[in-house]
């Protein structure tokens, strides 16, 4: 039986967490299945965003160490297969089109890890976050040290990291880390409207964005900056562009077909 569940709705990838009975703790058969869903999202010329969430009053309590240990202890990377992209975002290839998540409860680990590698976050009120690791004896491994401190903050986030204490789901808002709070239950479908207004979005530009953000990220302002206008120039002569002119000269929504 399949954990990770994966449906489309229109431009719209669903990627549903389903192991509520143990906490939706993550195996790395279920990493794999995520990181196939990942694959799809950036392959499948129809999709255009993606919404991650869980099932149950938990979107994790963490990983399943035991079957996790060895693969930490071969001093290799996540196993990433064919068709497959890590969901952490820190070995190979990384998702080129949004990534909406939703969380509740219990968020610790890996959950925090993949929502530092995804672009809009959605949590209910309940929510804990919490970095476990130096309470089991190893440190983060996905992500977590590389993004914590640059999206919390270097103190906020050494704090945590260190002690492997918990984190409201109000200070992860105030700190940035979250972009709506909501009450417990509506953290779905909160996602799911903003991932209809990306899937609204032009999808040229939509992505264009995500690579022009994270060349600025990784390679600083003065590289994405020169990149600009290189990566507008393909953009223009699209049809997507010339419908976001008529649309604007007709007064109506634009109707984008992502070419």
């Known amino acids: 039986m399949t954990h990770i569940q994966v449906t489309t709705s229109g431009h719209i990838l669903d990627i549903k967490v389903n192991r509520p009975e143990k906490y939706n703790a993550l195996s790395p058969e279920m990493y ?37 240990a060895g693969i930490f202890a071969s001093g290799k990377s996540f196993p990433v297969g064919e068709n497959e992209i890590d969901p952490f975002g820190v070995s190979g290839e990384r998702h080129r089109k949004p990534v909406v998540i939703a969380v509740q409860g219990y968020c610790y680990t890996w959950g925090v890890e993949i929502l530092l590698n995804t672009e809009v976050r959605i949590a209910a009120e309940n929510t804990q976050f919490a970095m476990l690791e130096v309470k ?18 270097w103190a906020a986030a050494q704090r945590y990291l260190l002690t492997g204490d918990t984190w409201t789901a109000e200070e992860a808002w105030r700190l940035g880390l979250v972009n709506e709070l909501v009450p417990v239950g ?37 590289e994405a900056a020169g990149q600009l206008f290189i990566d507008l120039q393909p953009i223009m002569r699209s049809d997507d562009a010339r419908e976001g002119v008529q649309s604007f000269i007709e007064r109506r929504e634009a109707r984008f077909k992502g070419r």
């Open 186 to 222: 509506q953290q779905y479908s909160r996602a799911r409207e903003i991932a209809e207004k990306i899937a609204n979005a032009a999808p040229l530009g939509v992505e264009a964005v995500l690579k022009s953000s994270r060349l600025a990220e990784l390679r600083g302002e003065e």
């Open 32 to 68: 794999r299945e995520i990181g196939r869903a990942y694959a799809e999202l950036n392959t499948n010329p129809e999709l255009r965003v993606a919404v991650l969430h869980a099932e149950g009053k938990h979107f994790t309590a963490g990983v399943e160490l035991d079957k996790w």
């Open 136 to 153: 089991r004896g190893i440190y983060p491994c996905g992500g977590a040290t590389l993004r914590l401190p640059q999206q919390m903050g």
